[in-house]
């Protein structure tokens, strides 16, 4: 994005989080905040007040607030004209997670879960990091124009028989563009790792699987992998695989040491699955922050298998996808829905 100050709207009924978010916000100096207000109605009167060169960039919506909560606003806020990127802000709880993907579900860009006070409240270095990432990356993404649909050709003998994801910041989003254009009967399985807490895994897998595309369930410790179904990690646990006396593939959850300042991370799913699947593993590596999934996809090279990264202009951060392209890895880069219509293409070709 370019140097161009980025608008940005506070939402919330707490004065102090208001103060909190504003100060981390600008404390970078392309973003300025415009406006803070304490509720849904009280957003939606504020922008009937500003003109249409200077409403919001992106407005950051609390979900819980008294007059009119956030669940209400949000369709409210996202039919005006220019429409801003929403992205909500949700308590780091089941029912929070619960809540945010419900708002992706109803048009929000994305979600930013709260830290809690024994995670270093607001001052913890993560949540400042992942705050100004999403703010920034949604808001250029949001001024970009729609681009038509495009659809790569093959890569040559690609013939998958597990497909991996990796995916941090902006990745729910990424993750549904993906999903719900794949078909329900997929004849392979398909393993998520998703930098999420604890809580909210589960809800995005309830998510994925109400999209229409393959069933979808946050894996389970032991459970065999499955055509036609995608497991996503825990949070707190790395998700893993071994290969069972019979030959089926099983799953083997991990609490051990973070990797990457993650857990789960992309890199254990991958290497795990790089030694039983080899060149039958194709690796998908989406938006997010750091370089996560790059010594997994040094390992899915190794050993064969093909890798495949979203590509910048559609990526909220290019950190983990950018590793992976600039080591010279990925064979496609593209947004997601063209990642998912190639996969479709070289499963047709493997029928």
């Given at each position: 994005m370019s140097n161009a100050t980025l608008r940005v709207m506070l939402c919330d009924d707490s004065q102090a989080m208001r103060t909190s978010l504003?100060?981390?916000?600008?404390?970078?100096?392309?973003i300025r905040i415009i406006a803070q207000v304490g509720d849904g109605e009280a957003a939606?009167?504020?922008?009937?007040?500003?003109?249409?060169?200077?409403?919001?960039?992106?407005?950051?919506?609390?979900?819980?607030?008294?007059?009119?909560?956030g669940m209400t606003a949000l369709p409210l806020l996202l039919a005006r004209r220019p429409r801003p990127v929403v992205i909500v802000a949700s308590a780091l709880t089941q029912r929070g997670a619960s809540q945010a993907m419900a708002a992706l579900?109803?048009?929000a860009a994305d979600y930013l879960p709260k830290p809690s006070t024994a995670m270093g409240g607001l001052r913890d270095s993560a949540f400042q990091a992942e705050l100004l990432a999403k703010v920034k990356g949604w808001a250029r993404i949001g001024r970009q124009p729609d681009l038509p649909l495009t659809r790569p050709g093959a890569v040559a003998g690609l013939q998958p028989r597990a497909i991996a994801i990796g995916a941090s910041t902006g990745g729910p989003q990424a993750l549904a563009q993906f999903v719900k254009r794949l078909p329900r009967q997929l004849h392979l399985p398909v393993l998520i790792?998703?930098?999420?807490?604890?809580?909210?895994?589960?809800?995005?897998?309830q998510h994925l699987n109400g999209?229409?595309?393959?069933?979808?369930?946050?894996?389970?410790?032991?459970?065999?992998?499955?055509?036609?179904?995608?497991l996503i990690a825990p949070g707190n646990h790395h998700m893993m695989f071994r290969?069972?006396?019979?030959?089926?593939?099983?799953?083997?959850l991990s609490s051990s040491p973070q990797e990457?300042?993650?857990?789960?991370?992309?890199d254990p799913m991958l290497r795990s699955l790089a030694t039983i699947y080899?060149?039958?593993?194709?690796?998908?590596?989406?938006?997010?922050?750091g370089q996560d999934g790059l010594l997994g996809c040094q390992a899915v090279a190794r050993a064969g298998g093909t890798v495949l990264a979203q590509d910048e202009a559609s990526s909220v951060v290019w950190g983990m996808p950018g590793a992976v392209a600039k080591a010279g890895l990925a064979q496609l880069l593209a947004p997601p829905a063209a990642l998912a219509e190639f996969v479709l293409a070289a499963l047709r070709q493997t029928a």
């Open positions: 504003a100060r981390l916000l600008e404390s970078d100096p392309i939606l009167r504020m922008l009937e007040t500003m003109p249409p060169a200077q409403q919001p960039d992106v407005i950051l919506l609390d979900l819980e607030m008294p007059v009119m909560d579900r109803a048009g790792t998703q930098h999420m807490p604890a809580g909210f895994t589960a809800m995005l897998a999209l229409g595309g393959p069933s979808c369930s946050e894996a389970r410790d032991g459970e065999a992998l499955r055509p036609g179904h995608i290969r069972g006396d019979s030959g089926a593939v099983h799953v083997q990457n300042f993650c857990r789960p991370a992309v080899g060149r039958g593993l194709l690796a998908i590596i989406l938006t997010g922050m």
